[in-house]
């Protein structure tokens, strides 16, 4: 009988803070491994279970048990994928070390999706949980909180929900305020924050959690990066973007004119919020796909300056966004007009002229699609033969 002490990574933290692949066998091995994750972050508790499987070895071989100790780890995408590398690096172990019975050493996180992958492998003679103990000064609720915060994996799990919820929550609760800023009404405005003022907390709050689940800021300097990097290679896109930005902006602010549009004239469509969200989309939709073809002529713009060709098939998308834009106009005009708005000057002949425009550019840009699509697999027949 040999036991296999086996301590169990199921996050990858030291893949992913080490820079340590597993499967990690024998007593050298493992303590270099728990050496340099403690080195990468001393208060992962992974370190600790670790050193826990190690000193569990050591009692093992001084009792004349025929032992060995070794770490497996799995992915950084918890689930179904680092599970599958958790198998495979369990079945590799056990081919090696030869053993037929394990110890089980773990933290305890995840006991109920660790043991019973182990154990329908090979037998399970005792599980060991380690509790990392803490010193008064650190076992503070700020610091949990400020740990829960900075943790990767809690954040996504934990972080992004809560404040998606919060984010929820308070959009709904101040969606009155929201069509006061629409009709650009101040004074009612300036009511509603007074009143409304923990759902504005709320939705702050949201906001906060939400970017700090997702790494906003960072995502934000490392594209700032990437922007001055493009630039120096005579790459447009951040110039398009900037534009492209700023035409959307303009297009909001045109829509939320149409939006608040005095109605007093015409009571019964005063509190239509439907009838208000059709004028914002009748007012912006234009610019929103100006916005939309300026960001996607990058691509040719970058072609021709940097390589002074035209990509094949550039046409096809921004045909596909024309063909979008009118038949969308289209549906929002003809329910304009099934509604009987005054705002809208327009009548059925234009309704028909947006839609016909739309389905032809489709059908033109669809048929375009499908001849570069055979043309493609023509020319690889051809290479092949």
């Known amino acids: 009988m040999k036991v296999l002490v086996l301590c169990?990574?199921?996050?990858?933290?030291?893949?992913?803070?080490?820079?340590?692949?597993?499967?990690?066998?024998?007593?050298?091995?493992?303590?270099?491994?728990?050496?340099?994750?403690?080195l990468a972050d001393p208060e992962d508790a992974d370190t600790n279970t670790m050193l826990a499987a190690?000193?569990?070895?050591?009692?093992?071989t001084k009792k004349g048990i025929s032992a060995e100790v070794a770490a497996i780890t799995g992915d950084v995408n918890v689930g179904y994928q680092s599970d599958l590398m958790l198998t495979k690096q369990l079945e590799e172990t056990l081919e090696v070390t030869m053993a037929t019975n394990v110890v089980l050493v773990s933290n305890g996180a995840e006991d109920e999706y660790i043991f019973p992958m182990v154990s329908s492998?090979?037998?399970?003679?005792?599980?060991?949980?380690?509790?990392?103990?803490?010193?008064?000064?650190?076992?503070?609720?700020?610091?949990?909180l400020w740990k829960i915060i900075k943790e990767e994996k809690t954040r996504k799990q934990i972080i992004a929900p809560a404040g998606l919820i919060l984010l929820a929550i308070g959009a709904m609760m101040l969606i009155p305020l929201f069509r006061a800023l629409i009709a650009l009404d101040a004074e009612l405005t300036v009511d509603l924050v007074s009143e409304r003022w923990l759902s504005v907390v709320a939705f702050i709050m949201g906001i906060y959690l939400v970017q700090n689940a997702f790494r906003v800021r960072?995502?934000?300097?490392?594209?700032?990066?990437?922007?001055?990097?493009?630039?120096?290679?005579?790459?447009?896109?951040?110039?398009?973007?900037?534009?492209?930005?700023?035409?959307?902006?303009?297009?909001?602010v045109k829509g939320l004119q149409a939006a608040g549009a005095d109605m007093s004239m015409y009571p019964q469509f005063n509190d239509d919020m439907t009838m208000r969200i059709l004028m914002f989309?009748?007012?912006?939709?234009?610019?929103?796909?100006?916005?939309?073809?300026?960001?996607?002529?990058?691509?040719?713009?970058?072609?021709?300056?940097?390589?002074?060709?035209?990509?094949?098939?550039?046409w096809i998308i921004p045909m596909f966004i024309v063909a979008t834009t009118f038949l969308v106009l289209g549906g929002i005009h003809y329910l304009m007009l099934s509604m009987d708005m005054p705002l809208y000057e327009g009548d059925m002949v234009t309704v028909i002229a947006e839609i016909s425009v739309g389905l032809t550019v489709a059908i033109i840009a669809a048929a375009m699609q499908?001849?570069?699509?055979?043309?493609?697999?023509?020319?690889?027949?051809?290479?092949?033969?």
């Open 8 to 38: 169990i990574d199921r996050d990858d933290d030291l893949g992913h803070k080490a820079k340590i692949e597993g499967p990690v066998i024998g007593r050298h091995e493992c303590v270099r491994a728990a050496l340099e994750l403690g």
């Open 54 to 60: 190690i000193s569990t070895y050591d009692e093992l």
């Open 121 to 144: 492998r090979v037998k399970v003679d005792s599980v060991r949980n380690v509790m990392v103990k803490q010193s008064k000064s650190v076992e503070s609720t700020w610091y949990f």
């Open 218 to 252: 960072e995502g934000m300097r490392s594209g700032m990066k990437r922007a001055r990097r493009s630039l120096y290679q005579g790459d447009v896109t951040i110039p398009m973007f900037i534009l492209a930005v700023i035409i959307f902006i303009l297009g909001l």
């Open 281 to 314: 989309l009748d007012g912006s939709f234009y610019w929103f796909m100006a916005a939309t073809l300026i960001f996607e002529s990058r691509r040719l713009v970058n072609a021709l300056i940097q390589r002074e060709i035209a990509p094949r098939g550039f």
């Open 370 to 385: 499908r001849r570069m699509k055979v043309e493609t697999w023509v020319s690889k027949e051809g290479w092949r033969r």
